[in-house]
Nanobody, 116 residues
Framework: QVQLVESGGGLVQPGGSLTLSCAAS????????MTWYRQAPGKERELVAL????????TYSDSVKGRFTISRDNAKNTVYLQMNSLKLEDTAVYYC?????????WGQGTQVTVSS
């Protein structure tokens, strides 16, 4: 049974930090590229960050570049998103996605709210 379980979301003040985790099971995690997406109310889901299966390459959206860091631990089947200098506009539900060629799995999402 494939599972992707995000955690670490919550309420944080502007300028604060959070680290999201996504724990995977039920598929060969080390073969899959991992991506964090987010979806704010009334907006389309957007890609935030991507990491290749080995962790050797990462990609970020312009809106988070320099503030967020994606990483993975293939021994723990977990991908992380370190979020620093959070802004009000970072408020969204954050989802992790696993992808191998055309096969993709999604997590259920975790809410991040940036508010003073």
């Amino acid at each position: 049974q494939v599972q992707l379980v995000e955690s670490g979301g919550g309420l944080v003040q502007p300028g604060g930090s959070l680290t999201l985790s996504c724990a995977a099971s039920g598929f060969p995690f080390r073969d899959y590229a991992m991506t964090w997406y987010r979806q704010a109310p009334g907006k389309e889901r957007e890609l935030v960050a991507l990491i290749t299966n080995t962790g050797g390459s990462t990609t970020y959206s312009d809106s988070v570049k320099g503030r967020f860091t994606i990483s993975r631990d293939n021994a723990k089947n977990t991908v992380y998103l370190q979020m620093n200098s959070l802004k009000l506009e970072d408020t969204a539900v954050y989802y992790c996605k696993a992808q191998f060629i055309v096969r993709a799995y999604w997590g259920q999402g975790t809410q991040v709210t940036v508010s003073s």
